[in-house]
């Protein structure tokens, strides 16, 4: 059964509506095929429009910011794409408290409290996402994550109630929360943070940004660190030390900056890149009886 979608969005107010959208253009791997429909909506009433929509025909939807973690197939996906990205990023202060809505940058937060001379944030400045996805991963780098600055969240629930709750209850915990538990979506957050010295906040933020570049291939697209840490190794590591610094399939590569990275090094498309990732995996688990298991969300239609 075909769904006319134009007939199911023309009428109501959802904020900006792309049909057949290239996901490649929502991705920071700059790779993946077309969804049905792309909505990028302004405001919390047309968040809750969309997702009446979608409720109401029974339609697959997803929820994305920048796409800083995403890989989509070839193929695209059949589905709502609901993007909370530059369209959904206020922030606002209020002594030292910030509160940010879902689709602004960490960067963007970051640098919003240095100019306001907060301390506290420096270690989410590099991380490339929307503060969503860093609140339902519960995002951290450099000693810092993100239930350590959460105050609260304004999220809405499976039955589309917009409902606030303190940071306690966000059951935040290694790249995990309360909002992958119960299918929540992030609207906004609180951040509690200190007073501090400018110049300070900045040099610390400026170290940070400097090992991050330095270190990571920043310069390609990519989905950030493919593979998850497995205990008691670094992917990273196992993956040069099985000789795979630099392997390449066509345009998909492993960096040869750092290993734990799988980068877009031209024109690369998503059955690249996961040749490459299975590719490292096979090599990996034979050599040490190590399984990799990606970091980076795979999505969309795949050939069967």
Do not use: W
């Not at 609140?135 to 409902?163: C, F, H, P, Q, R």
């Not at 291939?217 to 992917?235: D, H, Q, V």
């Amino acid at each position: 059964m075909t769904i006319n979608y134009k007939d199911i969005f023309s009428n109501v107010d959802v904020g900006e509506v792309l049909y057949d959208e290239p996901m490649k253009n929502h991705t920071t791997f700059k790779i993946g095929g077309p969804c049905d429909v792309l909505v990028m909506p302004n405001t919390i009433e047309q968040i809750l429009n969309v997702l009446n929509l979608v409720k109401e025909n029974d339609l697959a939807y997803m929820i994305i910011g920048n796409g800083s973690n995403l890989l989509v197939s070839d193929q695209g996906i059949r589905k709502v794409i609901v993007k909370l990205h530059k369209n959904f990023s206020k922030i606002t202060l209020e002594e030292n408290k910030i509160t940010s809505q879902a689709g602004a940058t960490l960067k963007e937060i970051a640098d919003f409290a240095l100019e306001n001379k907060l301390q506290g944030f420096e270690f989410a400045s590099g991380i490339p996402g929307d503060l969503g996805g860093a609140v339902t991963m519960n995002a951290g780098a450099y000693g810092g994550e993100m239930k350590d600055v959460l105050e609260s969240v304004k999220v809405i629930d499976k039955d589309l109630n917009v409902i606030d709750i303190d940071a306690k209850d966000m059951n935040l915990r290694y790249r995990n929360s309360r909002v992958q538990d119960e299918g929540l979506i992030v609207l906004e957050a609180v951040i509690n943070l200190s007073e501090g010295d400018y110049d300070k906040i900045k040099e610390y933020q400026d170290e940070l940004t400097f090992k991050r570049e330095s270190k990571q291939p920043l310069e390609f697209p990519s989905a950030g660190s493919t593979f998850k840490r497995p205990e008691g190794y670094y992917a990273g590591k196992l993956i040069d030390d099985c000789g795979l610094r630099g392997y390449r399939y066509k345009d998909a590569m492993v960096s040869e900056k750092h290993c734990g990275f799988v980068i877009n090094a031209g024109d690369a498309n998503c059955e690249q890149v996961l040749y490459v990732i299975n590719h490292v995996k096979e090599v990996v688990f034979e050599k040490f009886g190590v399984n990799l298991e990606p970091e980076v969300r795979i999505i969309g239609e795949f050939k069967k």
